[in-house]
């Protein structure tokens, strides 16, 4: 048990850091770059909604992989989409993460907020995870797919918390 509690405090120790100074640092209220996006929430919501999708790809390809989809054999192509897919995504939410911790800080205005701090923090503790268990060839066999399970779980958290209320409930142009 001393891999995986260990893989799982690296990530603990990420999660922390990133509130940590999310919570300490003086938010600056500046968007660094919008990508072409009429403004920072846009970009945002739509950079996450991207990785969200890349996620769902991400957690049904995982699953057929690993014969969850019953006899269907996976194709030969399908462990590099899976990788390409997962590496897209990620790189998607680290814009999307640096407006929020650097132009926003760790924000508790309401629940809403609050629990999208959190996930944020967690799912980059979550990845750090991840990649460590994608190495670690003596691990349980149980880690890797908890992981990846609790990343799509809270990237959809995430994308709820932020691109769903942005789509829904603000009032600006969508891109």
């Known amino acids: 048990m001393a891999r995986p509690i260990g893989t799982l405090l690296v990530g603990a120790v990420v999660a922390l850091a990133l509130g940590g100074y999310a919570r300490l640092h003086q938010p600056t209220g500046l968007a660094v770059t919008t990508f072409g996006f009429s403004g920072t929430l846009q970009m ?15 957690g049904v390809s995982a699953l057929w992989m690993y014969g969850r989809l019953g006899s ?10 899976h990788r390409v897919s997962g590496s897209v995504a990620f790189l998607l939410t680290v814009p ?23 996930l944020g923090c967690l799912f980059y503790g979550a990845f750090a995870a991840k990649m460590l268990a994608l190495r670690d060839r003596h691990g349980p066999r149980w880690l890797l797919p908890v ?5 799509l779980t809270m990237l959809t958290g995430l994308w709820v918390t932020a691109s769903l209320w942005f789509f829904t409930q603000v009032r600006t142009p969508l891109f």
């Open 44 to 58: 945002k919501a739509w950079l996450t909604t991207a990785a969200l999708a890349l996620g769902a790809f991400q």
């Open 72 to 81: 269907l054999a996976a194709p030969s192509w399908l462990g590099t989409a």
């Open 96 to 118: 999307v993460a640096f407006h929020c911790l650097w132009s926003l800080g760790f924000a508790t205005y309401d629940a809403r907020t609050t629990a999208h701090s959190l």
């Open 147 to 151: 992981l990846g399970g609790s990343l």
